[in-house]
C-alpha cells in the first residue's frame, strides 16, 4: 500500500452543531498488532447510521466520522495471526461505525476480534443484504424459538417492512411460524405477504395507548423493531409463556408497562444487542443465514446504492420510509 495514497469515504463533519456529510479524501494510517485492512466491497444503510449521520452522541461521540456498522471485503494487509491476505470476511457492528471509522468507505482497519470468514455458500453481497439486520433478526428468532414453537401460536412483528422486521419474517417463515405483521405502508402488504407474512395488522389499529395492563391474549411471541406504545402492546397481548424480544427505539426508547404481563401471564421480556453478541454465537447465527434461513427474494429486492446516493435513502430511512435492505457498494 503507497503511504501517499487516500480512499475515499462518506464523511461526517460537525460545523457549528450541524452535521454535513459529504465524499472525502482520507489518507491510510499504519496498522497496529492484531489489526487488518480490509477494501470493502459492499456495506448497508441502517438505522443506526443514519443516526450517526446526525450526529447522535448515542452512538458517535466524536466528528469527523465515516458511519457504516456494516462491511464485507477482502483483506489487503493484515497484522493478524488469524487472518491473512486475500481473506473474504465480514465485519458487523462492535465500534464499526460508532467510534470507529466505518463501512461507508472504500477500506476500514478493524481488530481481528471483530472480523468473521465468509460463510461458504455467501456472496459479499449477499452478506451485506443481511447485514447487521439480519444478524439482529436471526438472533431475535433464535432466542424467541428456545421459547415459543410453531405450534404455541403466531408471533407479532414490527417494524416490518423495515431490514430487522423483514428478514424476521422470512426466518420465521423458514422456521414454520405463523407471521403478523405491523406495518403502517399500505402500498407494502403485498411485499410483506411475499415475504411470508400471515396476516397483516395496519399500525393506526396497534399504536393506540390504552392504560389497561393486559390486552386480550393474541400471539405466542413478538419482535419488536420499534418500541414505545407497540412494543407495550405487544407485551400486554401476548400468550401466557410467551416471549417478546426488543432492540430498536425508532419510534421511542420509552416504556410504560405494569408488571401484570410478566407476573400474571410469565411473560419473558428479551434485550436484543447484536453490538456485543459473543463471537461464538455471531458465527452460529451468519452460518444459519448462509444455509437454512438462507432467502434469495430479499437479495433480489434489495436497493444498490452508491456512497453518493446515502444522503438520500438517509433521509428516508429516518422517515421510516424505506422497505427491506439498502446494500450499498464500494465496487468500481
Ligand atoms: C445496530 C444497533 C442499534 O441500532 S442500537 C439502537 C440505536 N442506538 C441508540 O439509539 C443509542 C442510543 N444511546 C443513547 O442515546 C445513549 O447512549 C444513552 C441515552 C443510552 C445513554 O447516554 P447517557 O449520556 O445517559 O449515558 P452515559 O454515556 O453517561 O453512560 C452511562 C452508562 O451507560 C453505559 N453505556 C452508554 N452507552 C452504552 C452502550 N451503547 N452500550 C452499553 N453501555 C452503554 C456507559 O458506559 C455508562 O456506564 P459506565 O459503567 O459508567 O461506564
Ligand atoms: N439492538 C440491536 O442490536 C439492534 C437494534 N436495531 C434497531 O432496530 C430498529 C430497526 O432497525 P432497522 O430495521 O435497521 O431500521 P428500518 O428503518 O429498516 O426499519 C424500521 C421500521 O420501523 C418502521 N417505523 C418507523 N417509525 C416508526 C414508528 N414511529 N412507529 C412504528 N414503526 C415505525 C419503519 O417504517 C420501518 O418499517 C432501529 O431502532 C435500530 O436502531 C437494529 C439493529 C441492531
Redesign the pocket.
Known amino acids: 500500500m503507497n503511504k501517499q495514497s487516500k480512499y475515499k469515504a462518506f464523511r461526517v463533519e460537525e460545523k457549528d452543531g450541524n452535521y454535513i456529510s459529504s465524499i472525502k479524501e482520507i489518507p491510510f494510517t499504519p496498522l497496529e498488532k492484531g489489526e487488518l485492512l480490509i477494501k470493502v466491497h459492499y456495506s448497508s444503510l441502517?438505522?443506526?447510521d443514519a443516526?450517526s449521520s446526525i450526529g447522535?452522541?448515542?452512538?458517535t461521540r466524536n466528528y469527523p466520522h465515516t458511519p457504516g456498522?456494516d462491511a464485507a471485503g477482502t483483506i489487503v494487509s493484515s497484522e493478524s495471526n488469524k487472518f491473512k491476505v486475500s481473506d473474504q470476511v465480514i465485519v458487523t457492528?462492535y465500534d464499526l461505525g460508532?467510534n470507529t471509522d466505518g463501512g461507508f468507505a472504500q477500506y476500514v482497519k478493524v481488530p481481528e476480534d471483530w472480523v468473521v470468514k465468509l460463510p461458504e455458500n455467501l456472496t459479499m453481497k449477499e452478506a451485506m443484504t443481511i447485514g447487521?439486520?439480519g444478524l439482529?433478526a436471526g438472533m431475535s428468532v433464535l432466542r424467541l424459538s428456545e421459547i415459543v414453537k410453531p405450534e404455541d401460536g403466531p408471533i407479532i412483528v414490527s417494524g416490518a417492512t423495515g431490514g430487522v422486521g423483514s428478514l424476521s419474517i422470512t426466518i420465521l417463515k423458514k422456521l414454520g411460524y405463523k407471521t403478523v405483521a405491523i406495518t403502517s405502508k399500505e402500498t407494502e402488504i403485498e411485499f410483506l405477504k411475499k415475504l411470508g407474512a400471515d396476516e397483516i395488522v395496519l399500525r393506526k389499529d396497534f399504536e393506540k395507548m390504552d392504560k389497561k395492563p393486559l390486552l386480550k391474549s393474541r400471539f405466542a411471541g413478538g419482535i419488536d423493531t420499534v418500541g414505545g406504545v407497540i412494543l407495550e402492546n405487544i407485551i400486554k397481548s401476548t400468550h401466557p409463556m410467551g416471549v417478546v424480544t426488543c432492540?430498536?427505539?425508532v419510534a421511542s426508547?420509552k416504556l410504560d408497562l405494569t408488571v401484570f404481563p410478566f407476573i400474571l401471564r410469565g411473560v419473558t421480556l428479551i434485550g436484543i444487542?447484536?453490538?456485543?453478541y459473543p463471537m461464538t454465537y455471531r458465527e452460529k447465527v451468519w452460518n444459519k443465514l448462509s444455509k437454512e434461513w438462507k432467502n434469495d427474494q430479499l437479495t433480489e429486492a434489495a436497493d444498490e446504492i452508491s456512497l453518493n446516493e446515502l444522503n438520500e435513502k438517509i433521509a428516508l430511512i429516518l422517515k421510516g420510509k424505506l422497505k427491506g435492505r439498502t446494500l450499498v457498494t464500494l465496487e468500481v
Open positions: 441502517n438505522y443506526k443516526l447522535n452522541k448515542g452512538v456498522v457492528s460508532m447487521t439486520a439482529t432492540c430498536g427505539n426508547p444487542d447484536s453490538q456485543n
